[in-house]
């Protein structure tokens, strides 16, 4: 242990003779490598805050314009049309003193040189903003591509031609503009048509209509002052009300969770699978730190990403608090908190500075695996405090955890870089039933025992007995593609590049010297083991309750699908309308996540995938109508899908606006009649992509059977359907499907058969489109040889 080592770095008795001092070289080398690690990361932050500062141009770039400059003053000449001698004249005293009349210029040419290239890099970044804040690309019909088009993707190659670092493009980014009031009430309008009758149509609009008369331009006013004062007018808003203040259980309402490969386990070990995936995740913060990792782009494009999402990615817990919580984020850890068999442990994972390898992890988690000692009174089950109701677990830790043993222990975990759940069930697709076996993986991934997880950390990892692993992520710091991100590179990482000997363990050589893991140490009292039970049986209640089917769908995937110029997304999107059509004989307001990444500090949009040109195609489907139509129909859904998913990630969204609307009001203490009723609406159906973002990392050619599974989230209604999908390759789509047992129409494996079927009915429809076209092209070919 780290302060065990400090504690005994040097000690001192007073003897007759004076005083006698010993001193330990060993810690003491420990605690010099330490501080030289943490001065490196120090001037690291400062050369990567110069680099990204001047992007899109380089610091080497000064020198540059200091040399043009002089060679320009050289030939006599001046270039600053008279401001070098003014900076000149303008010297302190002392310079005029201490320099000759020609170093004296000398210095004002490099004041002018530094000043000038100052100016161009803020007209450089200038223009880069305006360059990103073209979005009119996204609208154009593939292989139609405008020359406005054209030359701003060359204009904008040529200023984003250096390598940049994460986070160069930042300040870039241009801010998320604020959607014309009746331009979102039109679009909302049109969006709740399909799900309204006549009269209550009638009466929305009149809403509407009086809301934008009267009380909509003053929140409107307001907002667009706050955005022109914040950086993103939604997002601190979102973060707060949406996640923040919910004073309800995480676990599972705002949780999700993310899975291991379908097929392949790495290895067996379950100690060897914890060294390697802790690896490569402090890799990747290692990677976020140095700021190494590329910036993401719109795939296809050299569109970048907001990254801000990534600087809360470790070292960060959710805090609780009786009306809000808080997310507190620290400097880096050098340890993390692991849980195995009721007991906490704190591993450290550096030694004098320097990363422990996969072995020295794996043997440190082996040491955990193996030790005996039970749980102290209280111990095993305290992690129900995460998992149950907000305000007790903040009452409690006001009260007992924020002093003495309690406190260091519970700063042991929330400092921690992540935590660690080393679980001893066996989990993954086997066995006789694999489907089944699926669905209770997906479950303990989002809720386990509801004790042996730590809801509040931004993620947490769970190893299990079989070597199988998984993740569970808390939603308010980031949303699932930054989370998908991280474990793309930890899977790949752990499988491809740091592997496993032939027995299955972690590569590398151990030393034996490592200190023991610590065991944290508790002293609970008795009203907190009662919260304890009184929060466990609220978790367990809930997590009861969710029925999660998870299923792969290998019938075909995005390669069948492109084939007939279709949006996968739009495709999928439109099944589930006629698998929800079918499951539930209606329509329901449909919430498909959509990201404002393109935007500083942007974070989700709604697309309101249930539309009247989709629901005419499942109509119209459903009522036996001919093929022709039905295609025309699709054609017709799934541009419109594409066209809303394109507004929704241009800032020309529906619900973010209303929202900042809604929450405008309530701090002016004004009512709205037509907004209360607008959020107050629930999503009975919501679903969400996993995007596959690095694919580069997963040779599925060579390696076909590595495929992510993916993750999924509970239902966001308690009579509705959570549905989460992945497109893998080019011939897979996973699907993962929740709901509640609680509500009698809902059935998560229903619903599963409902879109595997909807997907097979729309693709025949499609393909029988295909079909006759080749048919008719092999008709008219002998026609056309009896012509000539």
């Not at 039970?533 to 069948?560: I, M, N, T």
């Not at 580069?696 to 308690?718: R, T």
Request: charged share 20%.
């Amino acid at each position: 242990m780290a302060e065990a080592h400090q504690a005994v770095a040097f000690q001192f008795t007073i003897t007759p003779e004076g005083i006698d001092l010993q001193l330990s070289y060993q810690a003491l080398n420990q605690i010099y490598l330490s501080g030289v690690r943490s001065w490196k990361k120090r001037v690291s932050r400062m050369r990567n805050s110069v680099i990204k500062g001047v992007y899109p141009a380089s610091p080497s770039s000064w020198l540059f314009v200091v040399i043009a400059i002089l060679a320009i003053m050289y030939m006599h000449s001046d270039p600053s049309m008279g401001l070098i001698t003014k900076i000149q004249q303008h010297l302190p005293l002392s310079l005029h003193v201490s320099l000759s009349s020609q170093g004296q210029t000398m210095l004002s040419a490099l004041v002018f040189s530094t000043l000038l290239w100052l100016s161009l890099i803020l007209a450089l970044r200038f223009c880069l903003k305006l360059l990103l804040s073209y979005h009119q690309w996204m609208f154009e019909q593939h292989g139609r591509v405008s020359n406005v088009t054209k030359v701003w993707v060359t204009l904008l190659r040529l200023l984003s031609s250096r390598k940049p670092l994460l986070y160069s493009y930042q300040t870039s980014l241009p801010h998320l503009p604020v959607p014309a009031i009746k331009d979102t009430l039109s679009r909302y309008l049109k969006s709740v048509r399909p799900l309204l009758t006549d009269p209550e149509f009638k009466r929305m609009t009149e809403l509407a209509k009086d809301f934008e008369s009267n009380l909509g331009n003053r929140l409107q006013r307001y907002l667009k002052l706050k955005a022109l004062w914040a950086t993103n007018y939604v997002s601190d808003w979102w973060e707060e009300y949406i996640y923040l203040r919910g004073r309800g259980p995480i676990m599972v309402n705002s949780n999700y969770y993310g899975m291991d490969f379908l097929y392949v386990t790495p290895t067996p070990v379950q100690a060897a699978r914890a060294g390697n995936t802790i690896t490569a995740l402090l890799l990747y913060r290692r990677k976020v730190n140095r700021e190494e990792l590329k910036p993401s782009r719109v795939p296809g494009t050299v569109i970048p990403l907001c990254a801000a999402q990534c600087e809360r990615m470790f070292n960060t817990t959710r805090m609780p608090g009786v009306e809000t919580d808080v997310l507190q984020h620290w400097e880096d850890s050098e340890f993390i908190a692991v849980y195995h068999k009721g007991r906490y442990f704190r591993l450290w994972v550096y030694r004098a500075g320097r990363l422990l390898c996969p072995r020295e992890i794996e043997y440190q988690i082996q040491r955990i695996l193996d030790d005996p000692s039970p749980p102290q009174p209280g111990e095993d089950k305290l992690g129900a405090l995460t998992a149950g109701d907000r305000i007790p677990w903040a009452q409690m830790r006001k009260q007992y955890f924020s002093s003495g043993i309690n406190r260091r222990s519970l700063d042991a975990i929330e400092r921690a870089a992540f935590f660690v759940t080393l679980d001893d069930e066996e989990q993954g697709m086997r066995g006789d039933d694999p489907a089944g076996n699926l669905d209770r993986y997906a479950k303990s991934l989002l809720h386990g025992k509801c004790y042996d997880r730590w809801f509040d950390k931004s993620f947490s990892i769970v190893i299990y007995k079989n070597g199988k692993c998984g993740l569970n992520a808390e939603h308010s710091w980031a949303d699932a593609p930054t989370v998908a991100h991280l474990w793309e590179y930890t899977l790949a990482t752990d499988a491809f590049q740091l592997g496993y000997t032939e027995d299955g363990h972690s590569k590398g050589e151990v030393d034996r010297s490592l200190p023991l893991p610590q065991r944290l140490v508790w002293d609970i009292p008795s009203e907190v083991q009662a919260q304890v039970c009184s929060s466990l049986a609220v978790a367990q209640a809930l997590a009861d309750d969710v029925d999660c089917h998870v299923f792969p769908f290998r019938e075909f995937g995005k390669g069948r699908i492109k084939k007939l110029r279709v949006s996968p997304d739009a495709f999928i999107q439109i099944s589930l309308q006629l698998a929800y059509y079918r499951d539930r004989g209606g329509f329901c307001l449909t919430y498909e996540a959509s990201m404002t990444r393109l935007f500083r500090e942007g974070r989700t949009e709604t697309v309101r995938s249930c539309s009247n040109e989709s629901s005419a195609f499942v109509k119209a489907l459903e009522d036996g109508e001919t093929g022709d139509q039905c295609r025309r129909l699709f054609r017709l859904a799934s541009e419109r899908h594409q066209n809303l998913y394109r507004m929704a990630m241009t800032g020309a969204g529906i619900d973010r606006h209303l929202f900042c609307l809604y929450v405008v009001s309530k701090y002016l203490g004004v009512e709205s009649p037509f907004l209360k009723e607008v959020l107050s609406e629930p999503w009975r159906l919501s679903t969400s992509q996993t995007p596959v973002q690095q694919i580069e990392l997963f040779d599925l050619k060579n390696h076909p059977d590595f495929i992510s599974l993916g993750g999924g989230f509970g239902p966001v209604a308690d009579d509705g359907y959570g549905v989460s999908y992945i497109i893998v390759g080019e011939d897979m789509i996973n699907f993962h499907v929740s709901s509640k047992h609680s509500c009698s129409d809902t059935d998560s494996h229903r619903f599963g058969t409902q879109i595997s079927q909807a997907l097979q009915d729309i693709m025949t429809v499609l393909s029988a489109d295909t079909k006759s076209s080749s048919s008719a092209k092999g008709s008219a070919q002998p026609q056309a040889k009896k012509l000539a």
